[in-house]
């Protein structure tokens, strides 16, 4: 399901305009960085949770509502005519059945609840009535909790995986499975009951049964709280040492998954990669906090010196904000703090709501260094680390007069440039930190939000992986100082920056990914889709860049954006491909009418069809201008695959990375490359011969699937065999 789908149909007067517009700059100048972008995606059920919105690495969007998460995708599409954005929607449906935690023996579990709620003394029958976790047929909590995103390279296809969390205390971890569906991988808080009833619901295993008496609320209630998840967070990827039955040692992907519990214990779970069931868990360890009401959990991790270092950030609901150390077993390349540091003490019973760990370079200091930051009620608490010779150097403070209530969502771009919060009070602020010589300032700015989210009650902000995008979590606000009967949640996208600096980003990316930078690449689509041409400063920065790049990168870049042009110019479809065309109905002329009488009923449903067809658009495209993008767009093409081929036969003569069921025609490409007039590249050339003398003579032909002919390497797009099979070459030239 897509929220914008490519091929729409549009009416004829839209396409007619879209095809007479030209480059505006005026058009551009006058809208600004701020602007509101289509479509708006409606919820089909409230918003829910501490986080409404999480924005993943790999540009999808989870919605945490009532009865499910539900997840947009990004995607930067070269072949809709669409200048929205394009979002493919799925969901993740919360359980129906409701989630009972494992606390004991079930006939003692049950006797105990039936004693506490016939209980004549009140303080122990209403708290256990008024617990819905404890005594869920009371009412159990339905709706998702949290979400959190793990980065790239965590699952078979290298994408991102979803840990959800469900009010009912259910957390699980699931996985994109063919583009559009969703699979469960894990059901931790099942893994986690198992663990805890083995060693008999104690922190170190126990072996002798537990002498706690479930009778008592209070052991009941701590059964439930060790085993109730607050929030969990993914860690950055890693390697441990494995040792093999041979005694070598062999780097493996690991990621970990914190979980902050409800009595302040964290749960570290290790994954090896990619992550895929119960099969896939090395190890979980549980570590003591000793923090009380624990509210938020974030990784801290700290380079210096070539080595990482690591700890969990934990937040409390009566104030203080401490960073514990991980002891991370055989990881390679982290070390880990002595002790514990504190980051803010003072128990002012302000919650901390949110707490984001930035990693950013001093520019005083010339070294690297950790921003911290919090929401705790209506202001930001910020904490600057950074190590120096006389050690860890702790500075902090807080940001005051942002907003009139407290914050309801704190968010962060990935480079650190700007941090974003929203507030009860309708308004979104930005943070820029500013170093000193000593500390950090932040310029303070407030977002001005264009015509359609002004005034709504905001529920929670995400923004997207590079700072191009802001989507807000929305419903109504006040009308005429009432609250709407019925509120309509919705999900809006916002414009942070202009598609000239997206541009700009692109050309000095240090990233070298067009599909990790979806959301920049989007907004320069936007932009060519709009003037039907590529913005002249990013036309000769590649004409310039490109001849002398050692990089594809460019060549990519620029192959997108001719492609996008060649769209622009299309005639845009007046009716979607998938709608069956309206044929003219025929007149069915029985024998015995004579003459040429049709009958007239037919003939006037015969013209009202073709006076309902739509008239095709008066501009036609001209086809000089796209005769020569398609002589562009071919030129780079051929760039990219000749690259593509040496980096292929550099692979096959270093004997690397070739899987056991690869066929690669080694002799064709060789034969390709030296027939290429086009092509006088010697680094190819020696290459070539280097790998000719090693062959021998052999030639390693593909063979064809389906009659296991000889496939010829005679074209670079398709390969034909004897028998007339036809067989597309794919190069995925502008994503990888």
Known sequence: MAASEPNRAVDVGEAASTEKQGPDVGFWAGLGP???????????????????????????????????????????????????????????????????????????????????????????????????????????????????????GCDVNGRCILACLTLDCRLTIHSGHKRLQWTQLLNLTELYGDMLKSRNY?????????????????????????????????SSLCNTHQIQSNNECKDVGTVLLAVLMENGDLVVWQFRLPVQGKESVVSCNTIKSGVSSPSVLAWWEYEHGGRKMSGLIVGSTVGPVKILPVNLKAVKGYFTLRQPVVLWQDTDNIPVNDVKCIALFHPQQKCNCSLVVAARGPYVFWCLLLISKAGLNVHNSHVTGLHSAPITSLSATHSGSSVFTCSLDGTVKKLTPVFTDSAILFKQQEVELPEGVRGCRIHGIATSPNGAYLALATTEGMINGLHPVVCTNLVQFITLMTPDKAGAELLESQTQSLYKQTDLLDLVRWRVMHDKRIPQFLQDE?????????????????????????????????????????EDSKAFLPDEVEGDTVDEGTVADTSEINE???????????????????????????????????????????????????????????????????????????????????M???????????????????DRKQAVCSSGHIWLRKLRSEHS
């Open 34 to 152: 701020i602007v509101k972008r289509e479509p708006v995606v409606k919820l089909l059920s409230p918003v829910s949770g501490l986080e409404a919105l999480t924005w993943s690495e790999d540009h999808r969007l989870a919605v945490s509502t009532v009865n499910s998460v539900s997840i947009m995708e990004l995607v930067c599409d070269q072949h809709t005519h669409s200048q929205g954005l394009v979002l493919h929607r799925t969901h993740i449906p919360v359980p129906e059945a409701v989630c009972e935690l494992k606390v004991g023996p079930e006939d003692k579990v049950q006797s105990a609840k039936q004693n506490f709620e016939n209980s004549d003394d009140p303080s122990v029958r209403q708290v256990f009535l008024l617990d819905r976790i404890m005594n869920p047929q009371g009412g159990a909590l339905r709706g998702v909790k949290y979400t959190s995103w793990s980065p790239l």
């Open 542 to 582: 590649l004409d310039e860049k490109t001849p002398t790049s050692n990089s594809t990168y460019l060549w990519r870049l620029k192959l997108f954006l001719l492609r996008v042009l060649h769209q622009s110019l299309q005639k845009v479809p007046v009716e979607a491909r998938w709608r069956p065309t309206h």
């Open 696 to 714: 021998n003579k052999q030639t390693f032909p593909e063979y064809c699937s389906l009659c296991k002919e000889v496939l010829p390497f005679t």
């Open 202 to 234: 104690s922190n170190a295993n126990a072996s002798e049964p537990s002498l706690e008496d479930l009778e008592d609320l209070e052991v009941l209630q701590s059964r439930y709280q060790m085993q109730t998840p607050v929030r969990m967070e993914w």
């Open 612 to 694: 309902s067809k739509p008239k095709e658009a008066e501009v036609e495209p001209d086809e000089e201008r796209m005769s020569e993008i398609t002589a562009w767009i071919e030129e780079v093409e051929s760039h990219l695959t000749r690259e593509h081929m040496k980096r292929v036969l550099g692979e096959v003569y270093m004997h690397t990375l070739i899987t056991e069921n690869t066929c690669i025609p080694t002799k064709g490409i060789c034969d390709f490359l030296s027939n290429d007039p086009t092509n006088e590249d010697r680094a190819a050339k020696v290459l070539i011969g280097h790998i000719m003398k090693k």
